[in-house]
């Protein structure tokens, strides 16, 4: 394995990429209330933040689209004065979700200029039928004769919407993808993400020397944009002998082009394995969605078990075990209980844990307009564990101590840190009435 990380560094003297973005914003009916009012204050800081020479337009949608303009507008004062003022007047909740349609028309909108970076934000909260044809229609726009084909900078709200459809069309442009699973994030994040995109200093990405590896898998293939906002990681897997000297390549805002090395080394203290593998599995997990590749399921359900991450096509058990206490009478027949000889095993109580992935959308919630975060899904085995643990570290600390978030922070800690944490817990389970509590993974069809 290797990972690579490319750090923006004392960059202050570049300029950053002229851009040409639309915004492309969900206003269903689940929308309503926090969702739609946080998304209109990001979308009128991300306004704010462009710079004069800018082209922008905004298309909200439903069931149908309305748009701010029938053509792009350069980011003036008046401009965007005017673009907030049409955003508060057009952003009601109501209506289904259509996501087609908009997108096509934001592809259309776009110039095929090489000088300026073509940046399409997706913000939704909910999922749809035709989402591998959405990915195939921007697959193939993708692939026309262009300097910078568009990239797509994805947004996902709650738990109803496919965020592994979100990653797909986001990986393939070389954008980026995040989420707020939690409703009252989200306006941090969405800024976020803006923010990124307002900043590349560095596009089309590619490295030079690693045709002579065999088996050479990347993750992401297509490497993201750098922004001066943060790094861009990468990590895989090869056969063969690694270069010494990574040669990078890209293009500048300027239309230059931009080479550096990067020094390699071979190190057996960093667990790359650990480190990178929820971020492959992530990845892994959304192309075997598009593509439909039933192999690559299982070579994820084989990473996830061997590595003790999450995914999508494993499942966890609780295994609880407690000494019991058991009468074994001798040979002869005694009055007197005293005769009787007493044994203690070992006794294995298994629970299987509510499915902890994010799943492949809720069309049933998307055309029911069902808000994000409206649906509470209780467990057994999530209640035992946050009784037995969330009392103790809530009063010490506050912080989140669900079944869910202990979980994916643990599948990303070292061996000596899960060791010492397992330990951690392991005594405190035993107050709250557990012997011993272990986690395992298995596949989901087993």
Known sequence: MFSCYLFPGALECRKVFRKEVIF?????????????DDSKQALSVALSKLDSQDLFNIIAFNNEEYLFSSSLEVATKEAIDNAIQWIDMNFIAGGSTNILNPMKQAIGMLSNAGESMPIIFLVTDGAVEDERQIC???KSHLTQNRTMCPRLYTFGIGLFCNHYFL????????GHYDAA???ESLQVRLERLFSRASSIILANIAFENLDGLEELEVYPSQIPDLSSE??????????????EMLKAKGILADMSNFSVELKGFKSKAIPLDKARVKQQIEILTAQAWFTQNKDLEQKIAKMSIQDAVISEYTRMALVETEKVKIIKPTTKRKVHSDDEKIEERLVQ????LHYLGFGFGNLTATIENIPPGAID???????IIAKATSNCFGKLCGLCCCCSCCIRTCSTMNHQCAIALTQCLGALGCLGCFTCCQYCCFEDNK
Do not use: C, H, N
């Open 377 to 383: 899904i209780e467990d057994e085995a999530a209640e």
């Open 24 to 36: 492309v914003v969900d206003i269903s009916g689940s929308m309503k209330g926090k969702p739609i």
């Open 167 to 174: 990653r797909t069309l986001a990986m393939m442009s070389r």
């Open 230 to 243: 943060g790094p861009v990681v990468l990590s895989g897997r090869y056969q063969g002998v690694f270069p």
């Open 349 to 352: 109580k298994t629970i299987l």
């Open 136 to 138: 195939e229609f921007v």
């Open 181 to 183: 699973i939690d409703v």
